[in-house]
């Protein structure tokens, strides 16, 4: 088989994390309405910040109204909970590792910030040392679903002369949908069916087209890649 990259989304694929994502659980503390949540929200995923200190400045920047103090220590409290909460997805590490010694390369595309990437080093300290490629969300200043992030991924894979790239995601919108706008392969881990209906119904009434694959879980991705002849 030729050597593919197959570049994985973390959260929900990988691992877990909190129940709420960062923005939420950020804009609860601070008394955040929708709109100053979403700003919060992509100021997190986008923000080349290695500290916390850093993440609370740029926030009382664009909401002046708030509480510098407050600020600096809900998103202090949030850091380090966001660092603990990583727990890897059963069989995550084994998988990489398989792809690995089946020749292929592995990437990470994801929307993510510094404390939950800490984390998942951490908790996944092998599978992190296995990656080749990381396109991340904080260290790019662009977050899925912008093509611009696959299109590079996809352009340093060829780079190191791989033509073949699959994403491995569990959200169609944030995963699939781009991924395959600029010519990868699809598999979705249809691990969260409840938050995909819509979306499913569009893919079964053909309004929509389907990825090339589809599991349930990240334990059953193995036996889809023998099937098709990657491992």
């Known amino acids: 088989m030729e050597k593919t990259v197959f570049f994985f989304d973390i959260g929900h694929t990988l691992v877990t994390g909190a129940a709420q994502s960062p923005r939420r659980l950020l804009g609860a503390a601070l008394g955040l309405d929708e709109a100053q949540t979403k700003t919060v929200g992509k100021l997190l995923m986008t923000l080349c910040a290695m500290d916390p200190a850093t993440v609370a400045q740029t926030i009382t920047h664009f909401l002046p109204h708030l509480d510098p103090e407050t600020v600096q220590r809900e998103v202090r409290r949030l850091w380090d909970e966001q660092i603990r909460c990583v727990r890897e997805v059963p069989g995550a590490t084994p998988l990489i590792r398989r792809l690995k010694e089946a020749g292929h390369a592995v990437g990470l595309i994801s929307n993510i910030w510094h404390p939950f990437f800490l984390g998942f080093q951490k908790t996944c300290a092998e599978l992190d ?79 929509r087209p389907a990825p090339e694959g589809c599991v349930p879980e990240l334990g059953d991705v193995c036996a889809f890649l023998e099937k098709k002849g990657y491992l």
Request: hydrophobic share 40%; with cysteine; aromatic share 8%.
């Open 129 to 207: 040392a296995l990656v080749d490629f990381r396109f991340l969300s904080y260290q790019t200043g662009t977050k899925k679903p912008a093509e611009q992030l696959f299109q590079k991924a996809l352009e340093t894979a060829r780079d190191h002369g791989i033509m073949r790239c699959w994403m491995v995601g569990d959200s169609y919108e944030l995963d699939m949908a781009p991924a395959r706008r600029i010519g990868m392969q699809g598999l979705w881990i249809l691990c969260r069916p409840e938050r995909e209906r819509p979306l499913l119904a569009e893919i079964l009434n053909g309004d």
